[in-house]
């Protein structure tokens, strides 16, 4: 099994800063890809950016603001938020895909359970 632990979350003020971090533990062999999601009171979960090696990807509202990156040796995935709105308010989510051995023929999906970010005056 494969834990993922978000942290980081808080209120925060708009315009201001937080950087969200997401641990890995478990049987590991190797994570193919990592992605941060959020989900607003009454809204559908929601990609908000996915690093896959060295290549990220960004949901629009998001670009300019927010920098995935991951410490590969450490097996922790960050979110970097500035600039940060009320309509960001939500609880953000850690995904992985993680293959547990070397004859996995396709990674499996894991979720943490979720940090929450207030952003509010």
């Known amino acids: 099994q494969v834990q993922l632990v978000e942290s980081g979350g808080g209120l925060v003020q708009p315009g201001g800063s937080l950087r969200l971090s997401c641990g890995a533990s478990?049987?590991?062999?190797?994570?193919?890809?990592m992605a941060w999601y959020r989900q607003a009171p009454g809204s559908q979960r929601e990609l908000v950016a996915v690093i896959t090696g060295d290549s990220t990807t960004y949901a629009e509202s998001m670009k300019g603001r927010f920098t995935i990156s991951r410490d590969v040796a450490k097996n922790t995935l960050y979110l970097q938020m500035n600039s940060l709105k009320p309509e960001d308010t939500a609880d953000y989510y850690c995904n992985a895909r993680v293959r547990t051995s070397p004859w996995d023929i396709r990674p499996k999906e894991y979720w943490g359970r979720g940090t929450q970010v207030t952003v509010s005056s």
């Open positions: 478990g049987s590991i062999f190797r994570i193919d890809a």
